[in-house]
């Protein structure tokens, strides 16, 4: 069975400054990657998705991550951080069946 | 109406009162899904539709009934509910599982308290 792990809790980062999220995954074959943010008192929104193909996916809001099969990881990142990027963020893994593992999530806060 | 949408956005129930969340998508998918997030854990799915037919029941506690008459609408009707069921409740959809990509798209969902 898949899973994922979110190391970090929580980070907090300045406004302007960079940002990171680290997230490892297990799965024995090829896997589905995805990153969702999550605003307080919403769904969950899908940052980037990756399936195959270039290792460097780029997303939404200026966000991209980098798929390393080698070190199960699918860590995301923000060169410069927005007040409005403060959420919460899920790393998510899948197959080729509808099935997604979630993470536990990171909280981001911004500090002016 | 664009993406999913849930109703009601919150809702406050006694044990012993019956109530339903609605679930409707307006993006052409076949795929319906309703999960349980509580605070600090992972998100849980609860139960999958594919095509109306449900194709997974996650061992979910039979106070939760969920009820799909076609692929648009999902509802999930709940009675006799434990304090321990509050959480918010989303739902998600997207193509038909094996179609080359799951990307799940989520609603709002509904943010559930029982007293």
């Known amino acids: 069975a898949q899973s994922v792990t979110q190391p970090d809790i929580h980070i907090t980062v300045s406004e302007g400054a960079s940002l990171e999220l680290r997230c490892n995954y297990s799965?024995?074959?090829?896997?589905?990657l995805f990153w969702y943010v999550q605003s307080p008192g919403q769904g969950l929104q899908l940052l980037l998705k990756?399936?195959?193909?270039?290792?460097l996916v780029q997303g939404i809001k200026g966000f991209e991550a980098e798929f390393k099969r080698s070190q199960s990881s699918f860590n995301l990142r923000k060169p410069s951080v927005h007040w409005s990027d403060a959420a919460e963020y899920f790393c998510?893994?899948?197959?080729?069946?509808?099935?997604?593992?979630f993470g536990a999530g990171t909280t981001v806060t911004v500090r002016a | 109406e664009t993406g999913v949408t849930q109703t009601p956005r919150h809702l406050v129930m006694g044990m012993t009162n019956k109530k339903s969340l609605k679930c409707e998508q307006h993006?052409?998918?076949?795929?319906m899904y309703w999960y349980k997030q509580s605070a600090k854990k992972p998100l849980e799915l609860m139960f999958v539709?594919?095509?109306?037919?449900?194709?997974e029941n996650n061992s979910v506690p039979s106070r939760f009934s969920p009820e799909c008459p076609n692929s648009s609408h999902l509802f999930l009707h709940l009675h006799t509910l434990q304090p321990e069921d509050s959480a918010l409740y989303l739902c998600?959809?997207?193509?038909?599982?094996?179609?080359?990509?799951?990307?799940?798209?989520f609603g709002p969902g509904t943010r559930l308290t029982v007293l």
């Open positions: 539709y594919n095509f109306k037919e449900q194709t």
């Open positions: 998600a959809s997207s193509q038909p599982p094996g179609t080359g990509g799951n990307e799940q798209f």
């Open positions: 993006l052409g998918h076949n795929a």
């Open positions: 998510a893994v899948g197959a080729r069946d509808y099935k997604l593992s």
């Open positions: 990756y399936f195959s193909g270039d290792t």
């Open positions: 799965y024995g074959a090829t896997p589905y």
